[in-house]
C-alpha cells in the first residue's frame, strides 16, 4: 500500500451513479475526470440502485476495495452522484469507509432527506425501496444518525440553486462543507450538476483541496 502522505490527485476516485441512472450515464461523467489526470472507478449498481440502499453501499465498498488493490493505494476519494452521495454517506457512516476514504464529494444528493420520496411509500413506487428510504426519517437516516460522527474524510456537499429535486435544505448537511453552484437552471438544475462543465470543475477542485480557488 502507499504511503499516507500520497496527494490528493494521485488517489484513486470512485464514482457512485444516481437513482435509476444507467452505467454509461456514470462512465461519461467520469471521463471528464480521467482527462484530468485521475484514476477513475465506476461503482457497481445492481437493479440501477432502487433496491435497498443498505445493499447497494455495499456495492460502493467492494469497489472502494478493488480500487484499492488495483492502485495499492490506502485510500480512495468519492464522488456521490444524487442517490449516490447518500449511498456514499452510509458507506461512510454504517459501514466502516471513512477508514478507506481521504475526500468524499457528495453532488446534489438527499443527505438531509428528500420530501418527495414521502412518495415511495405508495403504489406502485412502494416496489422500489431506495425511494421511500430517501424521505427524511427513514431507517436509513436513523442509522445514520445513531452512527458515531463521521472522522477523517474531507467532507463537501455541492449543490446547484436552481435544483427543484434537493433543493438546499436537502443537500446541505451537517458536518459537510456547503458549496452551492450557481450553474443550475431551475428546474433542470439538478441535472447541470453532473452536465456542466463548470459544475465538474467545482467537484474536481475540491477533492484536489483547491476549494479555496
Not at 458507506?91 to 457528495?106: D, K, N, P, R
Request: glycine fraction near 12%; hydrophobic fraction near 40%; charged fraction near 15%.
Amino acid at each position: 500500500m502507499s504511503s499516507p502522505g500520497s496527494s490528493p490527485s494521485t488517489l484513486p476516485l470512485v464514482i457512485i451513479n444516481g437513482l435509476g441512472a444507467p452505467r454509461p450515464a456514470a462512465l461519461f461523467y467520469a471521463h471528464y475526470f480521467r482527462k484530468a489526470g485521475r484514476r477513475t472507478f465506476v461503482a457497481r449498481q445492481k437493479h440501477l440502485y432502487y433496491g435497498d440502499v443498505r445493499n447497494s453501499a455495499r456495492l460502493v465498498a467492494q469497489q472502494v476495495d478493488e480500487a484499492r488493490d488495483t492502485t495499492g493505494e490506502a485510500k480512495v476519494q468519492l464522488v456521490g452522484m444524487s442517490l449516490g452521495g447518500l449511498l456514499g454517506y452510509y458507506y461512510l457512516a454504517c459501514l466502516g469507509g471513512a477508514a478507506q476514504v481521504e475526500c468524499f464529494v457528495s453532488v446534489g444528493a438527499p443527505l438531509n432527506g428528500a420530501p418527495v420520496a414521502h412518495l415511495g411509500r405508495l403504489p406502485p413506487l412502494s416496489v422500489l425501496p431506495a425511494i421511500a428510504q430517501c424521505r427524511p426519517g427513514s431507517e436509513i437516516f436513523r442509522e445514520i444518525h445513531r452512527a458515531p460522527p463521521i472522522r477523517g474524510p474531507r467532507l463537501y456537499s455541492v449543490g446547484a440553486r436552481g435544483d427543484a429535486l434537493t433543493p438546499k435544505g436537502v443537500w446541505d448537511a451537517p458536518g459537510f462543507e456547503a458549496v452551492a453552484s450557481d450553474h443550475g437552471c431551475f428546474p433542470v438544475g439538478h441535472w447541470m450538476l453532473f452536465t456542466h462543465d463548470v459544475n465538474k470543475e467545482i467537484v474536481l477542485r475540491l477533492l484536489d483541496g483547491r476549494n479555496g480557488g
